[in-house]
């Protein structure tokens, strides 16, 4: 006798459909990929943050560091103790910050922009790179000096701060090159990233779920600083004054390649401003009208606020370059 067991017939029961069943298994299968991308990418997220702090605080340490040897080394020559012939090697002590980098702007989809705006304008000469290197050597003012923000405060709400004078805020026809690059890079990043301030943290109901902001310089920015959550009802940038210079030249650095096709996302639109031969020449009022054009063009598909390729080709050629209109 055999010990196999057949299940019984049911004529009335209804037939399977193997091709439902097949859809069945694959939505449970997609559906178990894209929740272990979703804690994967959220792993990642907070991985990148806590490196990001740690870099913060490290950073902070040297600079303390750097200070301390420097006053010891001032000690030692003033009570007569030589120092060793390498030991002030200005170049070795400052090689570890990174400077920003100057490769080409490109967006995903286009890897080479053969015409247009972005290729006519973005190429600088040895020349005229050291020229702007020596304009923004030259006694350079840093936004910290003013304490305010020169891209948003005509359209934020007023918060209280201290007494300031007439002299601790740049004027619109202050130029850039008075003015320190970094501080004005990230002044102009976040006010590009304003659209993304009332959802940058996810959806509060699912906390496991990545947001997707996390490259983003807002983000970074309040990891490295251990700042709080942003408030959706009440969005204010964060403040990055307390930050070391080393790690806003970092978060400038970003990797900018999480912007749909075709698109240009805020640190994009900074490194190809910065490039330009004309740079320091460009005044506030220019660089604060074109923050608010970008602003306002900025939409968030998911992973941070981007503008499209010609939108913002035409409102730098507008704003920072009107000469070219009539030439082009």
Known sequence: MT????????PGEPKGDPVEK???QLRRAQQSYRDRKDKYTKALEAELAR???????LTFQIEQLRVKVQKLASLLSQNGISL???FDNEEQLHDDVPRIDSSPLTTRGQPQIAEGFLSS????SPESVTDQGAIFNSGNRTLRQYSSRIFSRHHEPQVPVPTRTVQDEPGDRTRLAELDPTQVGMEFVLALERPCLNHLHGNPKKPLEPHGHALTTTVQLQASLSLPPIDPKNPVPPS?????????DRLLNLAPSVSPDGDVTPIQAWHFIRRQPQFGYFEVQRLNRLAERLREAAKCHGFGAAVQTGIF????????HPLAITAA
């Open 51 to 57: 490196s990001r702090k740690s870099e913060a605080g």
């Open 121 to 124: 304008t973005d190429s600088t």
């Open 84 to 86: 060793p012939p390498d």
């Open 313 to 320: 080709e035409s409102a730098v050629r507008e704003i920072l």
């Open 3 to 10: 010990d196999r067991i057949f299940r019984i017939f049911n």
């Open 240 to 248: 990055y004054h307390n930050a070391p210079a080393a790690v806003l």
């Open 22 to 24: 097949r859809r069945a």
